[in-house]
């Protein structure tokens, strides 16, 4: 069965043309500003890519506007603020997280009287100490790895229209969840989630974390293009440890960088690729629409689910 029998593929010049005209200025140093590391982003992937692309959001958010207020006035009820989820998932390296944060950006200007808010589940993650406890911390970021029930009484919590909800959030400098400082996410009319986990439908659980999302968008990219990015990566964050005891990398800086990136690789051949392979890119056509990179963090191919 072809497993893109229920998309419609369009080509990086094709997706631009159904949006041409550049209505949000960005510079190249904004864009600078918001990219991950080794990600690449340029003011011609805004206007080819994300131009249209927040477009087309902006009409589903439009529609979801008017179905809340259709349904209330049929049930009689008062008009309630319902946030609208986006969800980003796909692989670790992949670049989630400066399209999540660019998408941000991006609906901030162009819908300037709403309030959109970012977070990601690696905050959801059991702490290392935890992970150490259960004995798998070899296993973080597979499924077993998160507290789901905690990311989706997060969910309910915010779909709900809970005044102010608290996120757990993470830091790759640590290497772990960081309790004291969480993140607080506060009546958004749009939130954007973005993370690994996001279209992974845990066997323990009856109620999914992409149950609450009104759009889902899968960032693909071939695996051998993703390790190279993963060890691009690894490299920037052996250089930034090195006058900083405390960071995690520190001690990978500070020896045999051959031994380090020896070392990074196995992680990838046996934490990250059996995850994307096994977990994370068996949901990728849960997604609305997927963003299909090439070399340098191109988008090529953007596909669409029908319907």
């Given amino acids: 069965m072809d497993e893109w029998m229920n998309y419609e593929r369009f080509e990086r010049q094709q997706w631009h043309n159904f949006f041409p005209t550049d209505t949000v200025r960005l510079s190249q140093e904004n864009l600078d500003d918001i990219k991950s590391l080794n990600d690449r982003i340029s003011i011609e992937d805004v206007q080819d890519i994300y131009l249209p692309l927040i477009k087309l959001l902006q009409l589903r958010y439009q529609t979801h506007l008017e179905w809340q207020m259709q349904k209330a006035n049929f049930l009689h009820q008062k008009i309630e603020r319902v946030p609208y989820i986006i969800g980003i998932a796909g692989s670790v390296a992949v670049g989630k997280s400066t399209i999540a944060r660019l998408l941000s950006i991006l609906l901030n200007k162009l819908l300037p009287d709403k309030r959109v808010e970012l977070m990601t589940t690696d905050g959801f993650l059991f702490p290392n100490a935890e992970l150490k406890r259960q004995g798998?911390?070899?296993?973080?970021?597979?499924?077993?790895?998160?507290?789901?029930e905690k990311l989706l009484q997060f969910m309910n919590d915010v779909k709900a229209g809970?005044?102010?909800?608290?996120?757990?959030?993470?830091?790759?400098?640590?290497?772990?969840?960081?309790?004291?400082?969480?993140?607080?996410?506060?009546?958004?009319?749009?939130?954007?989630?973005?993370?690994?986990?996001?279209?992974?439908?845990?066997?323990?659980?009856?109620?999914?974390?992409?149950?609450?999302?009104?759009?889902?968008?899968?960032?693909?990219?071939?695996?051998?293009?993703?390790?190279?990015?993963?060890?691009?990566?690894f490299g920037m964050l052996l250089n930034s440890a090195f006058t900083d005891p405390d960071n995690y990398y520190y001690s990978y800086s500070k020896g045999p960088r051959e031994k380090a990136f020896k070392m990074a690789k196995k992680v990838w051949q046996t934490v990250d690729l059996p995850n994307l392979t096994e977990y994370i890119l068996p949901t990728r056509n849960r997604a609305n629409i997927i963003l299909h990179k090439t070399n340098n963090h191109v988008v090529d191919r953007i596909y669409l689910k029908r319907g």
């Avoid at 070899?138 to 998160?146: A, T, V």
């Avoid at 149950?211 to 968008?217: C, E, K, P, R, V």
Wanted: net charge negative.
């Fill in 136 to 148: 798998i911390l070899d296993r973080k970021g597979f499924p077993e790895s998160y507290d789901m």
């Fill in 162 to 233: 809970k005044s102010v909800v608290k996120a757990p959030t993470y830091s790759h400098q640590v290497y772990d969840v960081m309790p004291d400082q969480p993140l607080v996410i506060d009546h958004p009319d749009i939130l954007i989630v973005e993370g690994i986990n996001t279209l992974q439908l845990p066997s323990n659980q009856q109620i999914y974390v992409s149950d609450y999302f009104d759009t889902s968008i899968y960032v693909d990219a071939d695996p051998q293009l993703i390790e190279e990015w993963y060890l691009q990566r």
